[in-house]
């Protein structure tokens, strides 16, 4: 596996705390900023909507850069909008760099996947884009906490500072090491990249990377409350369990990107099933604290496994988009992450308590098998129909 692979890993990782790292600075920036925790919160909501709009959006936009130009535009973009984050006293400002380096990192992530994936052998696409997602999930064990401890010992703008040093050794290495000739617009265009999305194949597999992506983040935005007023457990504990989750994250990333170039199918019917089977036996017992010690790690493990293994699937699909595969994916992981919050946040505003969301996971990830199945039923209906209906 190419070094360079590794140090895009590491720009992932400066992301990935970026995006996250909020959770344990909001009280502190509302505080510094004169306004209130729901409106410092707004930051948050602004990150995730521009990762959804960015993905796509800031691909297209990079088609007749080469990879290596857009990489540094999109690294150098998101790093200076950080110090500028770190040193602003208008929230509106603030704001405003959350949104643009949330462009920027969608921009990054989905170039950065289309690359590393690009650098190495055809069936090593899997390995390649886990090394990139394991960033994320090591931002989930390290960077967060890690920003939120910052926070407390310097400030919440030491943690903005902290993400801009830590992605300088990414801009290096592109400079270095990712080819400088080569545009991404050389055997494709915009439009013909877009036609790639009529093919059934990669639209069921970015639909169900939303959907399994959502039921994860609809439990893990309130696993927080879940720990504390379900299970019972002490609310000092808390950051340990999130980086739990995030070690289950890790693992999960770590295991898809072993199997899924050689056994995708059987990793996703069994990791998919066994992981609708978590989110329920989860749903039951959240009130034992032990039960819900050991299914944080073993739902983080599984969710990103599955999760994974079908963002490299889809870039498997994609291969009439080779630029924009990236950002496809991307949107897929990012749309998920937005909606699922909401959907987990409905029946708690609904008076059906911090269980709830779980069940909602459950039913995301059901139907995300239901939509597999269909899909595959589908698929061998069109190849052989005069087949089928001999046989009933």
């Known amino acids: 596996m190419p070094f360079v692979v590794y140090l ?3 720009a992932v990782f400066a992301q990935g705390t970026s995006e996250f790292m909020l959770s344990g600075l909001v009280s502190g920036i509302a505080r510094d900023m004169y306004v209130s925790i729901p409106t410092a919160g707004f930051l948050t909501s602004a990150f995730a909507v521009g990762m959804v709009i960015g993905a796509p959006l800031m ?4 088609l007749r850069w080469s990879r290596r130009r857009s990489l540094l535009t999109f690294l150098i973009v998101f790093l200076l909008v950080h110090v500028l984050g770190a040193i602003t006293t208008s929230f509106g400002v603030l704001l405003a760099t959350r949104v643009v ?4 990192n969608a921009g990054f992530l989905a170039v950065a996947l289309t690359t590393a994936t690009g650098m190495v052998a055809p069936n090593a ?11 994320i999930t090591i931002a989930c064990v390290v960077g967060v906490p890690a920003g939120a401890l910052l926070g ?3 400030g919440w703008r030491s943690a903005f500072w902290a993400v801009a040093i830590v992605s300088v050794p990414a801009v290096i290495a592109i400079l270095r090491a990712v080819p400088a000739g080569g545009s991404g617009s050389t ?7 877009l036609s790639s999305l009529r093919d059934r194949r990669l639209l069921v597999t970015l639909l169900l990377g939303a959907l399994v992506n959502g039921a994860t983040f609809c439990t893990f935005t309130y696993l927080a409350p879940l720990v504390t007023v379900v299970a019972g457990i002490e609310s000092a504990w808390v950051p340990a369990m999130l980086a739990l989750f ?5 693992l999960g990333v770590a295991l898809g990107g072993r199997i899924a170039d050689v056994r995708p199918v059987p990793l996703l019917v069994t990791g998919g099933v066994a992981l609708l089977i978590g989110w329920v036996v989860f749903a039951v017992t959240a009130g034992n604290p032990v039960a819900t010690i050991v299914l944080v790690l073993v739902q983080g493990t599984l969710a990103f496994a599955v999760g994974s293994t079908l963002i490299s699937q889809a870039l498997y699909a994609a291969t009439k988009a080779p630029t924009l595969a990236g950002g496809f994916a991307t949107a897929a992981f990012n749309v998920g992450a937005a909606i699922g919050p909401w959907l987990g946040g409905i ?4 008076g059906l308590g911090y269980r709830s969301p779980l069940w909602v996971s459950a039913l995301l990830v059901a139907l995300a098998l239901v939509t597999a199945g269909a899909a595959q039923g589908i698929r061998r209906w069109t190849a052989n129909p005069h087949e089928d209906l001999a046989t009933t």
């Open 8 to 10: 895009l890993g590491l």
């Open 59 to 62: 691909t297209i936009l990079s």
């Open 101 to 104: 380096g949330a462009l920027a």
């Open 125 to 135: 696409k899997g390995r390649a884009a886990s090394i990139l997602l394991g960033g």
């Open 152 to 154: 407390q010992l310097w």
């Open 187 to 193: 055997h494709t265009s915009a439009r013909g990249e």
């Open 246 to 250: 995030g070690l289950g994250s890790f």
């Open 347 to 350: 029946p708690i505003s609904a």
